[in-house]
């Protein structure tokens, strides 16, 4: 009976947020990730691929291509990640917050969570604690400090969390609608839930539509809602060239009075985005957007 440790490879692709055909095309290419064939033919790929994979996707989110980055050594390619996005401190909150997940506590990550949405406000909570979480985990993952595993877990207690109180503000029937969705192929989807709270804070109707959701649904969704605007939120994983060309699509198909914003950390990076599309930094950003325009 063959062994079937490691990932697969569609779970490898769900973990990274890269589709199979390229990492396929990397290993063919570069001999890089190098899957262990099973006698099957199947392959199986380690953790520590995953976290490469994962390196290399930030990378090129910001702006470089794969030619450039893909063949370079471990070290080279840290390089050029301090360089372009250098690690953060990590605040005592977060760090209290990270040591829960480690021990997949849940009701302890719930407390805390609550006692700091109670001390910063909705927003403050996403930008000072929420995204400092998120950004922890995901380097701790990068540097073997955390599993998938742990991962998983923080980010499933961190969107029963965020819908919560998401749920507790009352809206009126006339307040605004923001819809809210991913681009095909993106599969992360905390960052929808961090900006329907932000949307509700500041008493707009959050239409959240999930991940995934192709250009024409979210036209449809328009017309059907009376929407005002469209928030599309973009991972490292999914960040680049290609997103810029679904995104001029859907500013395309959109009707022109209709906003298209755009955030997440894969957003824009040092590409210069679309015409006709608002990029927003930060919660904060998009919060002052609302404000200003609807």
């Not at 250098?86 to 990270?98: H, K, M």
């Not at 307040?175 to 681009?183: G, V």
């Not at 008493?203 to 469209?230: C, D, F, N, Y």
Request: proline share 5%.
């Amino acid at each position: 009976m063959e062994s079937t440790s490691g990932l697969a490879i569609g779970d490898v692709a769900a973990a990274t947020g890269l589709t199979v055909e390229t990492i396929r095309i990397w290993e063919r290419r570069y001999g890089r990730p190098k899957g262990i064939r099973l006698p099957s033919g199947h392959r199986r790929y380690s953790d520590a691929d995953v976290r490469w994979l994962r390196r290399v996707a930030e990378a090129l989110a910001n702006g470089f291509r794969p030619a450039k980055i893909v063949p370079l050594s471990d070290q080279d390619l840290d390089q050029v990640l301090i360089k372009k996005s250098p690690a953060p401190p990590i605040s005592p909150e977060v760090a209290t917050l990270l040591e829960s997940v480690r021990r997949f506590d849940r009701d302890r990550v719930l407390e805390l969570l609550d006692q700091a949405h109670q001390r910063h406000g909705p927003i403050g909570l996403l930008q000072t604690v929420v995204s400092g979480m998120i950004e922890s985990i995901g380097r701790s993952w990068a540097d073997g400090a955390l599993s998938i595993r742990h991962e998983h877990f923080a980010s499933e207690v961190l969107e029963d969390f965020l819908r919560r109180i998401r749920g507790q503000v009352s809206l009126p029937k006339a307040a605004p609608t923001i819809i809210i969705c991913t681009l095909p192929a993106e599969t992360h989807g905390l960052g929808l839930q961090m900006v329907g709270v932000a949307v509700a804070a500041q008493g707009v109707r959050p239409l959240i539509l999930g991940t995934g959701t192709p250009a024409s649904e979210i036209v449809h969704a328009v017309r059907e809602t009376q929407a005002k605007a469209v928030a599309i939120s973009v991972s490292l994983a999914t960040g680049g060239v290609s997103s810029d060309r679904l995104l001029a699509d859907l500013r395309r198909e959109l009707p022109a009075e209709i906003a298209l914003l755009v955030g997440g950390r894969g957003a824009r990076g040092v590409r210069r985005g679309p015409r006709g599309i608002t990029y927003t930094a930060d919660l904060n950003e998009l919060a002052a957007w609302i404000k200003a325009n609807l």
